[in-house]
């Protein structure tokens, strides 16, 4: 067949135009392989007589054959333009199947003006027509640019959209939704006809435009209403449409949106939503949603302007019914609510599987003055997640150093050890502190730290930096430290008291001197209660005394020391 090819190949470049007849009558040859190659060759060449002849015959063309017309973009551009202004139906239905096969977008104007036209007898096929193109350009211009196609998405809808425009503003002219909804597709939020027409509810443009918005499935249209989150001068309008619409596929996009952290913008135009009227019908559309969708949903509720018996509706059946990720959310959301629901909602969240759900939870019963809310918290101390002791220590607030130093002087002793204990666990930081006024500039401060560490029962831990208040120049400071040290009994203690002994003032001598004799009357008293306990009992009261009742107790066969018995170089140490 090679000569056959270099026949066609000469007919496909040859200036004389009795070329295209011959080419014509090649795609009828009874050969599959001339018509291919006669086909092909026609395609080479620009003939309108032949180009309307081939749309002409459009519907019985193969697919193939219409493949490989689309691949010539244009090709066919000027027979569709002038089958839209014929009369001859036939001809008038292979135009406009041709411009959508083909994505001929330059035709869309075309189309556009034919279906604007009342005394067109077609209209309605052109604005199929009009609509179908539309489409298929919103999503190329939706998608990445394939660059294998020379035209430019971007610049053929430049082209096309004021014909759109034109069409969308004459509406009540024509009556032609599907022109309205093809210029939806193509226009961005701040076409200024679309923002006329939104802004002018008086418009008669404005309730159809308002219908298609809130009704269309079509991508491109809720990829422009979904667009509106994020304009900061959003019109009213759209914002009440969005939160109109209850269809699953636009609200799961909505949510995806929306996100679990939204923008500032997003948060803004939320609270414009005033009625969500799917959270009344339809509740249990929120169970079509996937896991990092419920985030969005609660949100959503919660940032609008709907009723909040409403919204609780929402936020409830999350935490009831969503996954971790939402639950989480609508947890943290619950605390704007206020009532008995919201209280027994706070009350099942501590059972809940996770942490950081019942931490939220746990951040909310003292405010909502839940029964047991205190007890709650103070065992959430001793919890395996960081979370939780937080939003325990958070809780008990009252309990932090800050207040407790701050309202210090005005408690009784009782209140002063019945809160300290309650301290050192809910602040890490209440011993450091004490440490801190230990070494504060004025000698009150230093008195007052004495009394707050007894009170924090803190003794032993901070036990180096009162030893160290012996050596202060304040002998009344100095007597206040033995009386303190004198409450816990330890080596370090003893040493401590037998060094104060030496003191150059008399009253802390004495002081000193006191303090072991009563360590020691301590000793010797329960020297007497082991020794006449019978053998069997004395077991048990040496397993069930405290350690440090016992630490300088010693069996029967050794007595204790005497009071002023220096101790051994290395237990002073």
Request: net charge negative.
């Amino acid at each position: 067949m090679p000569g056959l090819a270099t026949t066609f190949e000469l007919l496909a470049n040859t200036d004389n135009e009795a070329a295209a007849a011959v080419l014509l009558a090649g795609i009828d040859a009874s050969q599959r392989d001339v018509r291919d190659l006669a086909f092909a060759a026609l395609l080479c060449r620009r003939n309108a007589a032949a180009e309307l002849h081939i749309l002409r015959r459009w519907a019985d063309l193969s697919d193939r054959w219409k493949t490989q017309i689309a691949e010539r973009p244009g090709w066919l551009s000027a027979a569709i333009r002038t089958a839209v202004v014929n009369t001859d139906l036939k001809i008038y239905e292979c135009g406009c199947s041709a411009a959508v096969f083909t994505r001929d977008y330059d035709s869309i104007p075309v189309l556009a003006n034919a279906a604007s036209d009342p005394a067109n007898p077609y209209a309605a096929l052109a604005a199929a027509a009009t609509l179908e193109l539309s489409e298929l350009l919103a999503d190329e211009l939706a998608g990445p640019r394939d660059y294998r196609i020379r035209r430019d998405p971007q610049l053929q809808r430049v082209h096309v959209l004021a014909a759109l425009e034109r069409a969308a503003s004459s509406l009540e002219l024509h009556g032609r939704r599907e022109l309205l909804e093809a210029f939806l597709l193509l226009a961005n939020r701040e076409n200024a006809v679309l923002k006329r027409i939104l802004n002018a509810p008086n418009d008669r443009g404005f309730m159809p435009l308002v219908d298609l918005l809130a009704a269309s499935s079509r991508p491109g249209i809720e990829r422009l209403l979904l667009s509106y989150l994020d304009d900061p001068h959003a019109p009213l309008s759209a914002m009440q449409i969005i939160g109109r619409r209850a269809d699953v596929s636009f609200l799961r996009q909505l949510v995806r949106k929306i996100g679990a952290e939204p923008a500032p913008t997003v948060r803004a135009n939320l609270r414009r939503i005033e009625f969500i009227p799917w959270i009344i019908a339809n509740l249990s559309v929120l169970d079509a949603l996937r896991e990092q969708e419920q985030p969005g949903v609660v949100h959503l509720a919660v940032g609008s302007s709907a009723p909040r018996q409403h919204v609780l509706e929402v936020v409830a059946y999350v935490l009831l019914h969503g996954k971790v990720v939402g639950r989480r959310i609508a947890a943290d959301a619950l605390a704007e609510f206020n009532g008995p629901k919201a209280d027994e909602l706070t009350l099942k969240l501590m059972d809940d599987d996770d942490s950081r759900v019942r931490a939220a939870a746990a951040r909310q019963l003292r405010v909502r003055n839940l029964p047991g809310a205190t007890q709650r918290l103070l065992e959430l101390l001793d919890s395996n997640h960081e979370g939780e002791r937080e939003a325990a220590r958070a809780g008990l607030v009252e309990f932090s150093w800050e207040r407790f130093s701050a309202n210090f002087d005005a408690l009784t002793p009782e209140a002063r050890a019945a809160s300290g204990a309650l301290v050192c666990r809910v602040d890490p930081q209440a011993v450091d502190n004490v440490r801190a006024e230990l070494d504060a500039p004025t000698r009150s401060r230093r008195k007052r730290a004495l009394e707050m560490a007894v009170a924090l029962n803190a003794l032993a831990q901070l036990q180096p930096q009162i030893v160290s208040l012996l050596k202060d120049e304040d002998q009344f400071l100095r007597i206040d430290t033995i009386n303190t040290l004198a409450q816990l009994d330890n080596p370090l203690t003893r040493q401590a008291l037998r060094d104060a002994l030496l003191d150059q003032h008399t009253l802390v001598q004495q002081a000193a001197e006191a303090a072991l004799a009563n360590l020691t009357r301590a000793d010797q008293t329960q020297s007497s209660v082991i020794a006449a306990e019978p053998e069997a009992s004395r077991e048990t009261v040496l397993l069930t005394k405290p350690f440090s009742a016992l630490s300088n107790t010693t069996p029967e066969a050794v007595p204790p020391q005497p009071a002023l018995d220096p101790l051994p170089v290395e237990v002073a140490q």
